[in-house]
T-cell receptor
Framework: DAKTTQPPSMDCAEGRAANLPCNHS???????VYWYRQIHSQGPQYIIHGLKNNETNEMASLIITEDRKSSTLILPHATLRDTAVYYCIVRPNYGGSQGNLIFGKGTKLSVKP | EPEVTQTPSHQVTQMGQEVILRCVPI?????FYWYRQILGQKVEFLVS????????KSEIFDDQFSVERPDGSNFTLKIRSTKLEDSAMYFCASGQSPFNGYTFGSGTRLTVV
């Protein structure tokens, strides 16, 4: 089962920041937080991942709390094309792991005009 | 931007028949995955493949399923003796490393009738 808890749905106004929370209170020291999204039954799309430091790329920012028990994905200027289901996934990053992902139900983000 | 290509996009098959779903991963990627998503349900991990062998598989991936990388570019999923409950979207994915995000294809919708 997924080790994360996310709200089932959120709305965001176009042009505003979308802040998607994720709770992962049982995260282990060697587990990273990954975010993917899925736009209307297309294949999931990788967004960002991190361990404990905040991360930023061209798509989003990831803010991880100091105790690592929760994180927030930030889409700084949401557009209608960002309407999707967003998945927060924790998994270990060590040599024995081959990278398989355990998806939960995610958060359905609706960006509205 | 490099893509993972899956063919066909939609396949309809009779119950009991064998199907082969095809994927062309990104050329310099070394890790390969199959996932599936039954309509309205979560994305589920099936199998990971590295160095020409299965590295991890889920409980779903039983003797009915097999994977192959026949020619160094294609990555196939074979489903023998299909059942109605095998109807789903099947996603192929590839990555350079299991520790970074990886790229999913757009999927093959399998309908078993």
């Amino acid at each position: 089962d997924a080790k994360t808890t996310q709200p089932p749905s959120m709305d965001c106004a176009e042009g505003r920041a979308a802040n998607l929370p994720c709770n992962h209170s049982t995260i282990s020291g060697n587990e990273y937080v990954y975010w993917y999204r899925q736009i209307h039954s297309q294949g999931p799309q990788y967004i960002i991942h991190g361990l404990k430091n905040n991360e930023t790329n061209e798509m989003a920012s990831l803010i991880i709390t100091e105790d690592r028990k929760s994180s927030t994905l930030i889409l700084p200027h949401a557009t209608l094309r960002d309407t999707a289901v967003y998945y927060c996934i924790v998994r270990p990053n060590y040599g024995g792991s081959q990278g398989n992902l355990i998806f939960g139900k995610g958060t359905k983000l609706s960006v509205k005009p | 931007e490099p893509e993972v290509t899956q063919t066909p996009s939609h396949q309809v098959t009779q119950m009991g028949q064998e199907v082969i779903l095809r994927c062309v991963p990104i050329s310099n990627h070394l890790y390969f995955y199959w996932y599936r998503q039954i309509l309205g349900q979560k994305v589920e991990f099936l199998v990971s493949f590295y160095n020409n062998e299965i590295s991890e598989k889920s409980e779903i991936f039983d003797d009915q399923f097999s994977v192959e990388r026949p020619d160094g570019s294609n990555f196939t999923l074979k489903i023998r003796s299909t059942k109605l409950e095998d109807s789903a979207m099947y996603f192929c994915a590839s990555g350079q490393s299991p520790f970074n995000g990886y790229t999913f294809g757009s999927g093959t919708r399998l309908t078993v009738v």
